[in-house]
């Protein structure tokens, strides 16, 4: 798809030269060009710059006067593909019920795989399309999905099935990620090192001879699984060449950041409960740490320490963690306005963290996250706005326009 966009009142996010991510202080600058131009050719960033050096074309012409075009949000964690819901739990919470008490009654995420267990293949990816296209609306270009719903062979299988084909029929960048560890099913309850143990013996292989997952995930968490559990999982996924990407710190910090640094974990994600040798530890490393802002806003546990971890000099990524029970909503847009509001990052920090950032804790670092040459035309394009800031300090109106994916126009619904 060729397209050129003219007029641009700001063009958000534009690395001439590509990097890595941003971390500590170089969070807060997001360079930008002011009255631009942005030309796509086959689906890719082939120009842009001063709207003064626009090069004549005959391509379509979008003008963009008195509206701003940044990358598509890269939402680096989430788990989109379920089955049914849990408003229920919702309601119990209001009522007094913790997220832990309920999971210990038989909801939370083994009531999730329940459901997802009787629920055919095709059923499944009919329900998980409809938040795909959800969040493509909502200016999400590119995604992680986990399966960690099914807890046996065959329905762990489906999900990641299912990731695969949304993945084919989608102009969205998918990464798929195994998180068979994500609660022990109830038939393993007094054998977790079996439950492990056939996750890494019986699945795995499969994974790898149908190439249904990038990465490997856990949940190390007092009562699900331990960091000697984490250390084996990401051995495990080492040998298949799965990264990790951990479920770490939600409720409680039990060294599972300093196991996800030591087996060169991509992210670690939720931070909710942050020592300060847990800061400490991801100093200078590869690890991306990721807050999922939308989670303690729905269970109201305390907020990722953003403003320590990055004047401490680490990067940060921002992502929804969508899914049944802690975060029913893939909204990034709110996800930002949440950071700025709730974790005190500017906006220059939250916009870094949505995109460039969260690319890279996807492996997407070279493809999306950026205004740069060569990187896919995911875009969005806002409505007329007086600055950048109005974005997350809108928090909650609809700021976008038109989301473009591979230079694109999206229109489903
Ligand atoms: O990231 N923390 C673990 N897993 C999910 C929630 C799972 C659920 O409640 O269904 C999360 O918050
Ligand atoms: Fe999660």
Redesign the pocket.
Known sequence: MNVLFINIKELIQVREKNIDFVSGKEMNTLPTIKNAFLLVENGLISDFGDMKDCPKSTYKTVDATGKMILPSWCDS?T?IV?AGN?ENEFVDRIKGLS?KEI?EKGG??L??AKKLQVTSENELYNQSKKRLEEIIHLGTGAVEIKS??GLTKDSELKMLRVIKKLKENYPIEIKATF?GA??VPNQYKNNKSDYLQMLIDDILPVIKEENLADFIDI?C?TG?FTIEDTEKILKAGKEYNLKGKI?VN?FTAINGVQVGIKHNALSV??LEEMRTEDIAALKNTKTMPVA?PS?SYF?SIPYTPARKMINAGLPLALAT?Y?????PSGNMNFVVSTACIKMKMTPEEAINAATINGAYAMNLKNKTGSITKGKLANLILTKEISSYNFIPYSFGNPIIETVFLKGEEIKYI
């Open positions: 964690h788990h379920y849990r997220y999971a939370g995420i009531n999730s960690g719903y998180l994500h609660a949940f968490e699900y479920h939600q994600d939720h999922l989670c269970l963690d899914n049944p029970g802690s975060t």
